[in-house]
């Protein structure tokens, strides 16, 4: 059974860092592009970053670029987001996403907030 769980989030203040991991189990992480996206409250599921299965290439949002990166950790079938520099509007429900064998999966979401 494919499933993605999300850890890490938490509450932070304004120019802090959290790092966010995404536990895979069910499919192997490395042959997948995983991708991580966010949902503000009142407002629609944005993506956020992204990393390739085959060179390892990144993707950022411009919202979020020069200060998050992505890795993955093929060993250990996780892909983590470091997140530095955090601003209130960063606040949001932040989620792994991977599609596997023509399936969208998701995590259940971790809460990052952002507050002073």
């Known amino acids: 059974q494919v499933q993605l769980v999300e850890s890490g989030g938490g509450l932070v203040q304004p120019g802090g860092s959290l790092r966010l991991s995404c536990a895979a189990s069910?499919?192997?992480?490395?042959?997948?592009?995983i991708g991580w996206f966010r949902q503000a409250p009142g407002k629609e599921r944005e993506g956020v970053s992204c990393?390739?299965?085959?060179?390892?290439?990144?993707y950022y949002a411009d919202s979020v670029k020069g200060r998050f990166t992505i890795s993955r950790d093929n060993a250990k079938n996780t892909v983590t987001l470091q997140m530095n520099s955090l601003k209130p509007e960063d606040t949001a429900v932040y989620y792994c996403?991977?599609?596997?064998?023509?399936?969208?999966?998701w995590g259940q979401g971790t809460q990052v907030t952002v507050s002073s």
């Open positions: 996403h991977a599609v596997v064998d023509g399936t969208l999966s």
């Open positions: 069910g499919f192997t992480l490395a042959y997948y592009a």
């Open positions: 990393i390739s299965s085959s060179d390892g290439s990144t």
